[in-house]
C-alpha cells in the first residue's frame, strides 16, 4: 500500500522553528521526485520546495527562500522540511507530494498542520 505520512507538525510561537518529515512506504522512493506543499485557510495549495530529479538538490518558493530548507533521504524513504524563524502567515496545513519520473504516478500525503501563534 503507498503511503505518504507527515508529522512534525504543532503550535509554535512566531520565531521558532519546526522539522517536518514526509515517510513514504509502499514505493520505490528514489523514484520519485518529491515536493513540499502547504495550504492555508481560504487560499489556494502553494509549493514550496520541489527535489529537481537531475541534481537532487531542491529549488524554492521566493516566498519561503532562506527561511525553508528541504532534505531527503533516500535510504530512509523520509523527506524533511525544516522551517526557521516562523511567522504567522506560515500557518497552514503542510503535504508533501511524490510524483514518478514518468509522471505517471502521482501521490500525496494527509498533511499535517502548522499554527504559528503567540
Known amino acids: 500500500q503507498v503511503q505518504l505520512v507527515e508529522s512534525g507538525g504543532g503550535l509554535v510561537e512566531p520565531g521558532g522553528s519546526l522539522r517536518l518529515s514526509c515517510a513514504a512506504s509502499g514505493f520505490t522512493f528514489s523514484q520519485y521526485t518529491v515536493s513540499w506543499y502547504r495550504q492555508a485557510p481560504g487560499k489556494e495549495r502553494e509549493l514550496l520546495a520541489h527535489f529537481t530529479p537531475s541534481t537532487g538538490g531542491a529549488d524554492y518558493a521566493d516566498s519561503v527562500k532562506g527561511r525553508f530548507t528541504a532534505s531527503r533521504d533516500n535510504a530512509e524513504n523520509t523527506v524533511y522540511l525544516q522551517i526557521n524563524t516562523l511567522k504567522p502567515e506560515d500557518t497552514a496545513v503542510y503535504y508533501c507530494?511524490?510524483?514518478?519520473?514518468?509522471?505517471?504516478?502521482?501521490?500525496w500525503g494527509q498533511g499535517t498542520q502548522v499554527t504559528v501563534s503567540s
Open positions: 507530494r511524490a510524483i514518478h519520473l514518468t509522471g505517471r504516478e502521482n501521490y
